[in-house]
């Protein structure tokens, strides 16, 4: 049966796929988790080196962030599209070339981002003019980041190109904006809400002088981490496969087919 978009839904799909896979979700962030803390070793040991060695260390440690990135979005497709079947390993596992595409995508935002840097610090006298275009900024950051967010979606899923990618994403957001919108309020005002709980609890039960309280501190940043991490990966999948099937007269529930 089909189905149109819609943020209930949506919710409703990245709730089950939570509960089904809780263990596998957890298994996999605390993998992302520990490449995570890989990451921060490598550039804080290359830190000293010269400027070549920076650049490359950099180049792997985009290699690593995209390899975590794109394994848990196939990961999470596949738990969604294979619900009733069984997968190997390998089928998680992004191609060299798609990884390739996601850095691709990573170096020109990061042109694009040191570009704009460059623009405001040139208009730094100009108060006024530098104001409006910090608010222009903003706006346009928000409307192209909700428009392209699927691009590495596309990347793992059709094994697109990095051009072809951000143009589908574009596509695929057509006509949803709003609700894309509505839905990116609700992630941001669960991971505020589950960070202001566990701050609360600290400052509750966990006395400000004790020497302890940094361990409490450190234990809970994982453990708010472990909560939002894969619940935002999974609604942000979620949505893409509910956007990608609501452009299509096919079946968006393998339960209804089978």
């Not at 550039?43 to 650049?55: D, G, K, P, W």
């Not at 809970?220 to 935002?232: M, Q, R, S, Y």
Request: hydrophobic share 55%; with cysteine.
């Amino acid at each position: 049966m089909y189905h149109p978009f819609t943020i209930r839904e949506t919710i409703k799909k990245a709730w089950d796929v939570i509960k089904k896979n809780y263990i596998i979700l957890i298994v996999f962030t605390t993998i992302t988790f520990l490449g995570e803390i890989l990451k921060d070793n490598i550039s804080l040991y290359f830190s000293s080196e010269n400027y070549l060695t920076q650049v490359a260390v950099t180049q792997l440690i985009s290699l690593i962030a995209a390899y975590l990135t794109l394994s848990f979005y196939r990961l999470l497709l596949t738990l969604i599209d294979r619900e009733y079947y069984e997968f190997e390993f390998r089928d998680i596992i992004p191609s060299f070339k798609m990884v390739l595409n996601a850095v691709i995508i990573g170096i020109a935002l990061n042109v694009v981002i040191r570009t704009v840097i460059f623009i405001d610090f040139r208009l730094i006298k100009n108060v006024y003019l530098l104001q409006t275009l910090l608010v222009l900024e903003v706006v346009a950051a928000a409307y192209l980041g909700i428009r392209l967010i699927f691009c590495l979606c596309f990347i793992v899923d059709d094994d697109s190109g990095p051009v072809e990618s951000l143009v589908q994403s574009f596509k695929v957001t057509r006509g949803n904006f709003f609700k894309l919108l509505a839905m990116v309020l609700l992630v941001f005002v669960f991971v505020a809400l589950i960070l202001l709980i566990i701050n609360g609890i600290i400052t509750l039960f966990v006395d400000q002088y004790s020497p302890l309280q940094i361990y409490f501190i450190e234990f809970a940043a994982i453990f708010w981490f472990a909560i939002t991490f894969p619940a935002v990966q999974v609604i942000i999948i979620t949505t893409y496969r509910k956007l990608i099937y609501s452009h299509q007269d096919v079946d968006d529930d393998v339960s209804e087919t089978l």
